[in-house]
């Protein structure tokens, strides 16, 4: 599989679960484990406990709103229908399955380019080099602020603002730790600008580099795969159309 | 014949500017080395291996022998390296790139002695590039010499009434058993590692680079969670990492890193609300620091941290330790960028403070500076500190 691959089977799929209803959402799901199967193997395991450490807390969220204080799905309150808390839980779990679906299928699409760095995906993928350079400085960012977010916490423990396990003192004083996280990325962000980029000339190194692709465009296996979603994602749409729940 | 030049003077006598100057002056882009890793690293790679195949020169054709190599995992972030090992990665990354021209900011000062003097023989021995260097501890034989003489004295220091302004202090015995280690499960940085601190003394932890001092040092704060460790104060269990630290004050290596706010009231007041609720802000009250932070070179509390020159917030760093909230005193490479005549003054400074009562830990690849503080040395290697 090669990275444009996966990233158009990804939007594909994404799109597909933002539409699917029930039965489209179990044939997502069983398209989902075959591609995880096949592609990452054994892996796949990893890329899906990520995903559920991710949804669980948004899960937990919105089954105390909706239906812990809301009591009803959205449909009942625009039928202005009295509603069940059942409707709630039904509505909650489609959405939250939609979710993990589009979180799992990025993980498992990630977890297949493990091998590369970061960089090599990008110098990996058939796109213009304008694209290929946002992808950089996106990364370069998140790195950035990742950092801040490291620095800062060490900071504000060493001068006792804040502890490093959950304390009432951290909820009085998280502003300062979001306050100095930014104060942190963006001094890091314009050191690098003002004294080491202009002199090196750092971006243009970029180009070369992001220019140099002997990427294939879509392998055959990308084509078989991006084909069985589009297939569901139409089937989909017919289901939709037709009342299919 | 590339050329080789050293830029010397006292603090604030524009080093850096004409460190930027001289590069500029180079017909070609020059490969740039500040001190810390905003400088001397890209920025633009998530693991070593990008960062040296964004610098790595794609027609080979330099003929340029290779600095040193990578002893570590090429996907670890570059970031998450010590200071001394980012350098060494820059000089790594230069070697196998095509610029023609390598400015360094006082970089060298964080390297080990080892690794120091490799560096410096690699920036001699080279004649397919030019050189220009400050460093504050570099004389290299041979070289073009500048020195800079007309120092700023907006940020002078009152280095005597900083020492007459030191109160006394009893500060408690530190014992460390049984500290295990590691940022990552297969690789331990300490491993059972045990050390006592004894106040009254100072004590350098001296080691390679990446052995593991800074390290040390966030593990005493409570910045870091050991696997396992016990640590007690005067023989009471302290565990800085759940109850938070109120004991070590620690200035960093990067000053930049330890601020907790833009301006250094703003710093102030947010240090001394966290002593407020131990009933401990005292020792921070505007009328202690303010002479301090005054003898330190910064007279207002409105000041800007980040304006400030490098080496004046390196210096500005050292109130919070100073100041005395703290009984136990860390620095963290407090001499890089500092000219000799103020590492003679912090070393007086340093000396002072232990005899007052209070405990001091320092890291320091600066010989002749450890040299100027009676201190004991703690080797920090093969995940051992004794």
């Given at each position: 599989m090669t990275p444009n691959g996966a990233i158009a089977l990804v939007i594909v799929v994404v799109l597909a679960a933002m539409m699917a209803r029930i039965s489209g959402l179990v044939a997502l799901y069983l398209f989902t484990a075959l591609f995880a199967v096949i592609e990452v193997g054994p892996h796949a395991a990893v890329a899906l406990r990520r995903a559920v450490i991710l949804m669980l807390p948004l899960a937990a969220f919105m089954i105390l709103v909706w239906v812990g204080v809301v009591g009803r799905a959205p449909a009942d309150i625009a039928a202005s229908q009295p509603g069940s808390r059942m409707n709630a839980l039904i509505y909650v779990s489609i959405v939250c399955a939609r979710l993990f679906l589009i979180v799992a299928i990025v993980q498992i699409a990630a977890m297949r380019f493990a091998t590369l760095t970061p960089l090599q995906f990008i110098q990996a993928l058939r796109a213009p080099v304008a694209l290929k350079r946002l992808g950089v400085l996106t990364l370069s960012l998140v790195e950035t602020l990742?950092?801040?977010?490291?620095?800062?916490?060490?900071?504000?423990i060493a001068s006792g603002v804040i502890t490093r396990r959950i304390s009432a003192r951290n909820l009085f004083h998280g502003w300062v730790l979001v306050q100095t996280v930014w104060l942190t990325a963006i001094t890091s962000v314009t050191g690098r600008m003002r004294d080491k980029w202009p002199m090196e000339h750092t971006l243009q190194l970029l180009d070369p580099l992001l220019a140099e692709t002997h990427a294939a465009p879509l392998a055959t296996p990308d084509k078989l795969w991006i084909f069985s979603a589009a297939v569901i994602a139409v089937g989909i749409v017919w289901g939709d159309f037709h009342g299919v729940p | 014949m590339g050329s080789r030049e050293l830029i010397a003077g006292p603090n604030f006598s524009g080093r850096s500017r004409t460190v930027h100057l001289r590069a500029q002056s180079f017909a070609a882009p020059t490969y740039f080395i500040g001190p810390y890793a905003e400088a001397a690293l890209s920025g633009l790679s998530s693991t070593i291996a990008d960062e040296i195949e964004l610098y790595r020169a794609k027609d080979h054709t330099t003929g340029r022998s290779r600095f040193g190599t990578i002893p570590t995992d090429p996907r670890r972030k570059p970031q998450t390296l010590s200071g001394g090992e980012q350098v060494l990665l820059a000089l790594h990354c230069f070697s196998l790139s095509g610029y023609r021209a390598l400015a360094i900011d006082t970089a060298l000062e964080q390297l080990d002695a080892s690794n120091r003097r490799e560096a410096l023989h690699y920036l001699d021995a080279s004649d397919s590039f030019n050189v220009v260097l400050t460093d504050n501890r570099a004389c290299p034989p041979g070289w073009n010499c500048t020195h800079l003489t007309a120092a700023d004295t907006k940020f002078a220091c009152n280095w005597e009434g900083l020492r007459a302004n030191v109160r006394q202090c009893r500060a408690p015995v530190v014992a460390i058993s049984e500290l295990s280690f590691g940022y990552r499960p297969e690789h331990d940085v300490f491993s059972n590692?045990?050390?006592?601190?004894?106040?009254?003394?100072a004590h350098r932890l001296f080691g390679p680079n990446g052995s593991g001092k800074t390290t040390f040092l966030k593990i005493l704060v409570g910045a870091l969670l050991p696997r396992f460790a016990q640590i007690t104060l005067d023989g009471a269990p302290y565990e800085p990492w759940r109850s938070g630290n109120r004991a070590l004050a620690l200035a960093t290596q990067n000053p930049d890193q330890q601020w907790c706010g833009a301006t250094l009231g703003e710093d102030l007041s947010r240090r001394r609300a966290a002593l407020a609720s131990r009933g401990e802000a005292d020792a921070l009250a505007d009328d202690r620091v303010m002479p301090l932070a005054r003898d330190l070179g910064v007279p207002s509390l409105d000041q800007h941290l980040y304006e400030l020159p490098l080496a004046a917030r390196k210096r500005i760093s050292w109130l919070w330790p100073f100041a005395g909230a703290y009984p136990w005193i860390m620095l963290d490479e407090p001499t890089i960028g500092q000219d000799d005549d103020t590492c003679r003054e912090l070393a007086r400074t340093l000396e002072a403070l232990?005899?007052?009562?209070?405990?001091?830990?320092?890291?320091?690849?600066?010989?002749?500076?450890?040299?100027?503080?009676?201190h004991r040395v703690l080797h920090v290697e093969n995940k051992q500190i004794g």
């Open positions: 990742l950092q801040a977010v490291d620095r800062a916490h060490t900071a504000l | 590692a045990a050390v006592t601190l004894e106040p009254g003394q232990c005899s007052a009562g209070y405990g001091a830990v320092f890291v320091t690849h600066d010989d002749a500076f450890a040299s100027a503080v009676p």
